[in-house]
Every structure is written in structure tokens, then in C-alpha cells.
Nanobody, 126 residues
Framework: QVQLVESGGGLVQAGGSLRLSCAAS????????MGWFRQAPGKEREFVAR????????YYADSVKGRFTISRDNAKNAVYLQMNSLRPEDTAVYYC???????????????????WGQGTQVTVSS
């Protein structure tokens, strides 16, 4: 069992920055793929970024590429999402997710992930 707790959300003006954190507990996540997703009101949950914990390999949605950076801290068992040049369309609840078990779903789909955090609200004002 893995527990994920996000933090760092808030209200920021367009062009500003926020850093989201995801603390993992319950078991080590060194063999996991960790992902960030977001969900705006009335929309489906969408992929933002993911990182392979063992290799550090990253992948981003086109909408955030060049503005967001996902990283991990082995010692703290934590994953981060640095968000720069924020836009109003980035407003959403952001979720941290962990994939442990093998499966056939693409890593850009929510169905691929086994554990989820409770989410943190990010609001970008224009």
C-alpha cells in the first residue's frame, strides 16, 4: 500500500510559478513510475508529466512542455512538479499518481496508475 499526499497548490497570477510536492509513504517507490495529472471543472483528468523513478526518465504533455519540470528526491521519497509561466488554462486540481504493477495502459492514461493522492488546487488568475 502506498499513500500519496500532494501540497503546494494555491492562487497565482498568470506568468507566475508554483512548486507542487508529492510525498509517498507506506513503501519505497524506487520501482515506480510517478505521474502528475490534472482535472479542471467539467473536464476529464488529463496527463501532465511522468517520471520513471529508477532512471529519472521524464515525459511531458505538449501543453506543459518547456514550462513544467517533474523531478524526484530519492532520500525524501518525494516527487515534485515545478510549474513556471503559468496560464489561466493551467487552473485545475493536480493529482499525484504512482504506478507499481505492470499493465497495458499507456502511462499517459489515468487507468495505468495504481495509487492516487487527494489532489491540490492550482488557480491561475489572468
Amino acid at each position: 500500500q502506498v499513500q500519496l499526499v500532494e501540497s503546494g497548490g494555491g492562487l497565482v497570477q498568470a506568468g507566475g510559478s508554483l512548486r507542487l510536492s508529492c510525498a509517498a509513504s507506506g513503501r519505497t517507490v524506487s520501482s515506480y513510475t510517478m505521474g502528475w495529472f490534472r482535472q479542471a471543472p467539467g473536464k476529464e483528468r488529463e496527463f501532465v508529466a511522468r517520471i520513471m523513478w529508477s532512471t529519472g526518465s521524464t515525459y511531458y504533455a505538449d501543453s506543459v512542455k518547456g514550462r513544467f519540470t517533474i523531478s524526484r528526491d530519492n532520500a525524501k521519497n518525494a516527487v515534485y512538479l515545478q510549474m513556471n509561466s503559468l496560464r489561466p488554462e493551467d487552473t485545475a486540481v493536480y493529482y499525484c499518481a504512482a504506478k507499481l504493477y505492470s499493465g497495458t495502459y499507456s502511462l499517459t492514461l489515468p487507468q495505468a496508475y495504481d495509487y492516487w493522492g487527494q489532489g491540490t488546487q492550482v488557480t491561475v488568475s489572468s
